[in-house]
């Protein structure tokens, strides 16, 4: 308008914190749901089959959950910087197996879990790099370290394999050790979660990483060193695969040239069940720590309640369907009731 | 220096000689400007004139090739926007650049929250501060709300915000009032004002000449990426400002023709969608502009969508030129002879990485398909036709359309609708962000249309467009038609009075 009106906006007092217990509830809601979800279907599952909680199930419960909460973690700094890295299969693979190969040769484990770990970052950077470099979408950056990975894990391993005699004792009983029900990888995992969560909500860099997804010219206007962010990202990803990777290989046992095949959808699927935005700047890790166990469970539950496990593929693909539909309805929701208070108080 | 300075303070920030180019476009030749503290200074220019590139320039986006760039007199190098921010110089771009996901407190905050022991962000600090700059700047807005869902108006206090939240020495605001209503415009010099007063220096970019004469002191005019000129306001008038930015005395402004008004071609009745407007009736005959007036969100464009069938109507009919339309379908719509110019050029009227060429051609595809595929001949003889007919300034066919200036978007985006012949045009705020220029091209083609026999409805929210180019205005208030002023009785009062619905005319 170039005429101004003789009507001045009154200037209301800050209508209070309205705004905080909105955002907060739909994000907690979004948590507790499928928290919900996962107890039901574990107290359904109990209730047609009462030895499904027994203290060896919590565990195995547990164990099959661990490794994809460590990957889904990494992938979800990645996915909050509106990126993604497809490589993690690939990287949970050679990292497995270049720990049991050491530790073939008389490595000492913690060691061999350092090497992995390094090998993960090793990997991170190289996406990280390539990502944050090339002006090419991540999602065919990662597609190509993907295969690269892969295919160097092959030529590397070929057709040998690394099974539970080859590792020293020790090794193999912290993969299945644990207090009473709680096995030793699950707190690791869990104290890696905390962790990064604490580091997301709590330091600047953290919050920059939502801050460069959710707005990434915005984020380079306010001086953001992008790159960096998207480095580090990428780094803690593959970082948090090899670990995984490590503990792949105290779990199982059991490592070739095709471990972790596929994995990443997997992964990928979890953050996003888990209420971690594809399109960057909105979720959090323990979502998606959330959105593996439930992922997980289904595994466990089919069996438990004699229905054949080929279902399980289709039961993980609905629930990924279903909670990008809860999402944009949510979100749309949520984007309305905030027009609307702004209206308000405009 | 190039140009006078009187005695006084000495400049905060200054480009002495400055040019910059980008391949072999020449955005900035040998620009000079200084600026004051405690004074508004107004950067004029046509789209195209190297503006926007001066302003990153000064907030450390762009590194000129030649010349200098100085603060506090002494010369800077700004190594990228982080750099120009700690020097105290605030950008506030005409597309606000939040981060929707965050609370406005993290917005502002971002990258410098305040910290605690090891490290770590003092949410608490942050909030505390958040809630004090809302209250220096007068405005109500919680500090944990989320950016996404805030009018443009309240992302630029949010903006403004951050700028005071590091002591901002410099504001430069680009085209800040592009989007606002008047009293949003009237909030945000209020606090443009009180910022000057307190010695801050402002740079302020904007194509509403009479904002310039009501808050600037100073004005520096760009034309082509040269420097113009250089001087004070005071005793300038609106003619000698245009001079400068075009270089040659502007054709009339609103080149209105007087033309018998011909049959109904457009007819809405009692058009209703629950909750965004409601009973909605009016006629466009062929020959005739008229202008759809009212605030930012009285359901202007809304109707218009739905009319053209992007979005349902729950009820009522619309008819062009005695043919009803099918509720939601476009296609019906243009094959009726029905054309919309979108009001967001960016999201909804271009296909920005695609050529000049490509983008006209998307409306005529239909014409241009032979045996399924696309004559690729045709279409581009057809493009460059309306190309060259409404004088889009380009150096090729087929470049990006995102490589043109925001007047010669526009401008395509009128061609690729005017290629397809429509009976009847809808134009929704066909000059926003557009220059003096092109504004006045913009208005002679759409009076030559309407002398061609087109009916032309025309939302605008700029208030002289309206009465300089409609033959009877419609205006609306929250979602309903309140008053249909013919041309004779339309003034700024009559229609103010109906868009704040605190008069039925």
């Given at each position: ?284 890790v323990y979502g998606a720590a959330l959105g593996a166990l439930l992922l997980t469970s289904v595994n466990s539950v089919l069996p438990a309640l004699g229905v054949s496990s080929v279902w399980v593929l289709a039961i993980n693909g609905f629930l990924l369907l279903l909670a990008i539909a809860v999402d944009r309805i949510v979100a749309s929701r949520v984007a309305s009731a905030l027009k609307k208070r702004s209206a308000r108080h405009a | 220096m190039t140009h006078p300075s009187d005695t006084g303070p000495a400049p905060v920030l200054a480009l002495q000689d400055v040019s910059k180019s980008f391949g072999a476009v020449r955005a900035l030749r040998d620009v000079s400007l200084e600026l004051f503290p405690g004074e508004v200074h107004a950067l004029a220019g046509e789209n195209g004139a190297g503006k926007s ?131 949003e415009v009237a909030r945000l010099f209020g606090v443009v004002r009180t910022l000057r007063d307190q010695g801050a220096a402002v740079l302020f970019i904007s194509h509403r000449l009479e904002e310039i004469f009501q808050i600037c002191r100073r004005v520096t005019t760009l034309r082509d990426g040269a420097w113009i000129a250089g001087e004070l306001v005071d005793g300038m008038t609106e003619d000698d400002l245009v001079r400068r930015m075009v270089g040659r005395d502007l054709d009339e402004l609103y080149p209105k023709q007087d033309v018998p008004a011909g049959e109904v071609a457009l007819a809405v009745r009692r058009l209703t969608r629950e909750g965004i407007f409601t009973d909605i009736s009016f006629e466009v005959r062929s020959g005739e502009i008229v202008g759809l007036a009212g605030l930012v969100g ?208």
């Amino acid at each position: 308008m170039t005429v101004t009106t003789s009507e001045q906006t009154p200037v209301a007092e800050a209508p209070g914190s309205a705004g905080t217990r909105l955002v907060d509830r739909v994000f907690k809601m979004r948590e507790l749901a499928i928290l919900v979800v996962l107890l039901v279907m574990i107290a359904v599952t109990q209730a047609g089959n009462s030895e499904f909680l027994s203290e060896q199930g919590i565990k195995d419960l547990l164990l099959n959950a661990t490794i994809l909460v460590l990957v889904a973690t990494g992938q979800s700094l990645v996915v909050i910087t509106r990126n993604v890295d497809l490589s993690v299969g690939s990287t949970l693979g050679i990292t497995a197996f270049a720990a049991g190969d050491y530790l073939h040769g008389g490595g000492n484990p913690v060691v061999a879990i350092l090497l992995a770990v390094l090998l993960g970052i090793g990997c991170g950077l190289l996406n990280g790099l390539l990502v944050s470099l090339g002006q090419v979408p991540a999602l065919v950056v990662t597609l190509g370290t993907l295969y690269i990975i892969r295919g160097v894990d092959s030529i590397w391993v070929g057709s040998r394999q690394i099974t539970a005699g080859d590792l020293p004792g020790s090794f193999v009983d912290f993969g299945s050790g644990g207090l009473s029900a709680v096995p030793w990888l699950a707190l690791i995992a869990l104290a890696v979660l905390v962790a990064t969560a604490y580091y997301l909500k709590h330091f600047g860099s953290g919050r920059e990483l939502y801050a460069l997804g959710s707005n990434p010219e915005a984020a380079r206007l306010a001086g953001i060193p992008v790159r960096k962010r998207i480095l580090t990202a990428y780094t803690f990803c593959g970082a948090l695969a090899g670990l995984a990777g490590a503990m792949y290989l105290a779990r199982f046992g059991n490592v070739d040239s095709s471990t972790g095949n596929g994995y990443e959808l997997t992964v990928v699927s979890a953050v996003v069940v888990g209420g971690v935005v594809f399109t960057g700047g909105s979720g959090s890790v323990y979502g998606a720590a959330l959105g593996a166990l439930l992922l997980t469970s289904v595994n466990s539950v089919l069996p438990a309640l004699g229905v054949s496990s080929v279902w399980v593929l289709a039961i993980n693909g609905f629930l990924l369907l279903l909670a990008i539909a809860v999402d944009r309805i949510v979100a749309s929701r949520v984007a309305s009731a905030l027009k609307k208070r702004s209206a308000r108080h405009a | 220096m190039t140009h006078p300075s009187d005695t006084g303070p000495a400049p905060v920030l200054a480009l002495q000689d400055v040019s910059k180019s980008f391949g072999a476009v020449r955005a900035l030749r040998d620009v000079s400007l200084e600026l004051f503290p405690g004074e508004v200074h107004a950067l004029a220019g046509e789209n195209g004139a190297g503006k926007s590139t001066l302003i990153k320039t000064l907030a450390g986006v762009h590194r000129p090739d030649a010349g200098r760039v100085l603060l506090d007199g002494e010369p800077v190098v700004f190594h990228g926007p982080g750099d120009a921010r700690d020097a105290g110089i605030a950008v506030i771009y005409q597309e606000p650049t939040l981060f929707p996901d965050l609370s406005i407190a993290e917005n502002i905050f971002m990258g410098r929250q305040p910290r605690r022991a090891l490290g770590r962000i003092d949410h608490k600090a942050t909030r505390a501060a958040t809630t004090a700059l809302m209250k220096r700047l007068g405005v109500a807005l919680d500090p944990d709300r989320p950016a996404r869902g805030l009018s443009i108006a309240d992302q630029q206090i949010v903006e403004i915000a951050k700028a005071l939240s590091f002591d901002a020495r410099v504001l430069i605001m680009d085209e800040p009032t592009a989007a606002l209503t008047g009293s949003e415009v009237a909030r945000l010099f209020g606090v443009v004002r009180t910022l000057r007063d307190q010695g801050a220096a402002v740079l302020f970019i904007s194509h509403r000449l009479e904002e310039i004469f009501q808050i600037c002191r100073r004005v520096t005019t760009l034309r082509d990426g040269a420097w113009i000129a250089g001087e004070l306001v005071d005793g300038m008038t609106e003619d000698d400002l245009v001079r400068r930015m075009v270089g040659r005395d502007l054709d009339e402004l609103y080149p209105k023709q007087d033309v018998p008004a011909g049959e109904v071609a457009l007819a809405v009745r009692r058009l209703t969608r629950e909750g965004i407007f409601t009973d909605i009736s009016f006629e466009v005959r062929s020959g005739e502009i008229v202008g759809l007036a009212g605030l930012v969100g009285a359901g202007r464009t809304e109707v218009a969508r739905a009319v053209f069938g992007v979005d349902r109507w729950d009820a009522g009919e619309v008819e062009v030129r005695g043919r009803k339309l099918t509720n939601g379908a476009p296609s019906v719509a243009m094959s009726a002879g029905l054309a919309l110019v979108p009001e967001d050029r960016r999201a909804q009227g271009l296909v920005m990485d695609m050529s000049i060429e490509r983008n006209i051609g998307l409306t005529g595809l239909r014409t241009t398909v032979k045996a399924g595929l696309v004559d690729r001949g045709a279409e581009r003889s057809r493009s460059l036709d309306w190309a060259v007919r409404l004088q889009v300034k380009f150096a090729r066919i087929a470049d990006a359309v995102s490589t043109l200036s925001g007047g010669n978007q526009q401008k395509v985006v009128l061609a690729k609708w005017l290629a397809t012949g429509p009976r009847v045009l809808i134009v929704d705020e066909p000059t926003r962000g557009i220059d003096v220029g092109t504004k006045a091209e913009v208005h002679r083609l759409l009076g030559e249309l309407a002398a061609d026999g087109v009916a032309v409805l025309m939302i605008s929210s700029d208030l002289p467009e309206i009465l300089g180019m409609a033959d009877r205005v419609l205006v609306m208030h929250e979602g309903r038609i309140t008053a249909e002023i013919p041309r004779s009785e339309a003034s700024e009062e009559t229609v103010m009075a109906a868009a704040t619905g605190r008069a039925a005319a």
